[in-house]
């Protein structure tokens, strides 16, 4: 049998996964799994991937990495049916591929950084991810992810722009610049280059290119680069998506966010000057340590007078070795409750967002042949068929439950 790759988390594992895919291409009978460490839902799952693949592929060699792998190998190397596994710095290199090589997980936090790979499919996108950074230097209370990531390392501007040339020249319209702390980019390169500035030369240097996106961005570190960018190259979507994580000042205190919600809320309406009709999207975390239920109250009222139609939610999930796991504990029952309503809260704002674009003029990547999202990233379903990957002139004709549904122009 061949090798499967399946994959956890985040955009960057999806990135690397497709770096792994040609990696492990030589290989038969092999299940990588490639983990994630942000809750302990995403660590659960991959634990169950694991004990399925050793039950419906007996024999099989199973190789687990990601962060989950590279915080604590002794546990995954444990599981029924695991033969080797490897950190997030060796997965990446092809000696730890070459039959007979074993397991290999290096201090994340010294070990060098592996060169980008140009990956030239994303098996099963319409969309491709660029890696233009990786780590992070910042320690929130809740985050395990620098001890699975190490410290922030950019990719230079040549190797962005490689990367970029080669997934267009496969025939992707559509890139989105990914890594762990996006916004931090250019810190440790010589002349300290700002995201804005990669993107604005990535645009230039790569005319074809014809949509680019960033995954989740810090609002407080969005350089003026990157704000002019988004006022004046219609090639950047008109969507944003931030990692805000609260709206109370006391709780994001707490998780030593470099923002307040002041700051966040400044963020977003310099978002809409600059742009007018983006679509804004966050993280946020449900029930925090400490959260009482007026400081959850400020949460939800920061998402209600924002109007963010996007939202991705979590219940806290405690994180071992993190100093958010020694503080006062919310009932797991409470943090559901909460992360429900905020839930809610977005979907009234998605509705209202959806419901304004009724008549509009739209641009649509394919994604399926009936199915894909406009430049606001809103999903649209296409009255008639158009194939994956292209990007179709459409007007919205009507609201569905979860988007658009519009006709080719």
């Keep these: 049998m061949s090798t499967t790759l399946l994959t956890f988390g985040c955009r960057l594992n999806a990135y690397e996964t497709e770096v792994m895919r040609g990696l492990t291409s030589g290989l038969s009978d092999t299940v990588v799994v490639n983990t994630c460490a942000v809750t302990s839902e995403a660590e659960r799952q991959a634990r169950q991937a694991i004990r399925r693949a050793a039950r419906e592929r007996p024999g099989a060699a199973i190789v687990v990495t990601g962060c ?23 997965k990446l290199r092809a000696e730890h591929w070459a039959p007979g090589a074993g397991d290999a997980v290096a201090d994340i936090m010294t070990a060098p950084a592996a060169a980008p790979r140009p990956v030239a499919e994303f098996a099963g996108r319409a969309r491709a ?31 962005v722009v490689a990367q970029a040339r080669t997934l267009v020249d496969a025939g992707y319209r559509e890139l989105v610049l990914t890594g762990v702390d996006i916004a931090s980019y250019g810190a440790d390169l010589p002349d300290r280059p700002r995201l804005g500035s990669l993107a604005r030369r990535l645009l230039a240097r790569v005319p074809e290119l014809a949509r680019l996106r960033f995954s989740s961005l810090d609002p407080a570190a969005i350089d003026d680069d990157l704000w002019g960018l988004l006022g004046d190259e219609p090639r950047v979507m008109p ?45 946020l975390i449900a029930g925090f340590p400490t959260e009482t239920e007026a400081l959850f109250d400020e949460t939800l009222g920061f998402v209600t007078d924002t109007a963010l139609p996007y939202l991705h939610v979590f219940p806290y999930s405690e994180r071992p070795g993190t100093p958010a796991a020694r503080m006062p504990a919310v009932p797991v029952a409470v943090r559901r409750d909460r992360a429900g309503r905020l839930r809610a809260a977005g979907r009234a704002s998605a509705a209202a967002f959806f419901a304004a674009q009724q008549g509009c003029a739209i641009s649509v990547l394919m994604e399926r042949d009936d199915c894909g999202h406009s430049e606001h990233f809103a999903p649209v379903r296409l009255a008639a068929p158009a194939p994956p990957g292209q990007v179709v002139a459409a007007r919205v004709v009507g609201v569905g439950p979860d988007g658009l549904i519009a006709e080719a122009a």
């Design 68 to 90: 989950a792998a590279q915080r604590d190998p002794a546990a995954w190397r444990a599981l029924p049916g695991v033969t080797r596994v490897l950190g997030n710095a060796e």
């Design 129 to 159: 991810f660029v890696q233009v950074q990786q780590g992070c230097d910042h320690r929130c209370t809740f985050c395990v992810i620098p001890f699975g990531r190490g410290p922030s390392r950019s990719v230079t501007e040549d190797e």
């Design 239 to 283: 969507h944003l998506h931030l990692s805000l994580q609260a709206g109370s000042d006391m709780i994001l205190k707490r998780m030593k966010r470099r923002h307040r919600a002041a700051d966040a809320a400044a963020a977003i309406a310099r978002a809409r000057q600059a742009r007018p009709g983006i679509a804004i999207g966050a993280d």
